[in-house]
Nanobody, 127 residues
Framework: QVRLVESGGGLVQSGDSLRLSCAASGRFFSNYVVAWFRQAPGKEREFVASLSRGGDTPYYEDSVKGRFTISRDNAKNTAFLQMDSLKPEDTAVYYC????????????????????WGQGTQVTVSS
């Protein structure tokens, strides 16, 4: 079982950057696929990025590809989302999620596939 806490959100201007962190507690963090989702007001929760257990296989939603980078440091039990060239449409609550995996390489993109979630951190991008 893993517990997740996000941090790093805030209010920025269009074109700025933010780095979100997801601190995990519990054992065997390296056995979990990690992902970032976001949810804007009136919208469904949307997949942003996911990363395999070893951190070598990232997968991105098309709208953030080339702007966002997901990474993890298993030794520190932490996952990250580096967000560059932020746009107003990136405004949302960002959630870290994790799912146990028995395979080293697996791609998960649906919210229903993840059973462990953080509380979320607000990202607001002004134009």
């Amino acid at each position: 079982q893993v517990r997740l806490v996000e941090s790093g959100g805030g209010l920025v201007q269009s074109g700025d950057s933010l780095r979100l962190s997801c601190a995990a507690s519990g054992r065997f963090f390296s056995n979990y696929v990690v992902a970032w989702f976001r949810q804007a007001p009136g919208k469904e929760r949307e997949f942003v990025a996911s990363l395999s257990r070893g951190g070598d296989t990232p997968y991105y939603e098309d709208s953030v590809k080339g702007r966002f980078t997901i990474s993890r440091d298993n030794a520190k039990n932490t996952a990250f989302l580096q967000m560059d060239s932020l746009k107003p449409e990136d405004t949302a609550v960002y959630y870290c999620a994790a799912e146990w995996s028995s395979r080293g390489v697996v791609t998960l993109t649906r919210a229903s596939e993840f059973h462990f979630w953080g509380q979320g951190t607000q990202v607001t991008v002004s134009s």
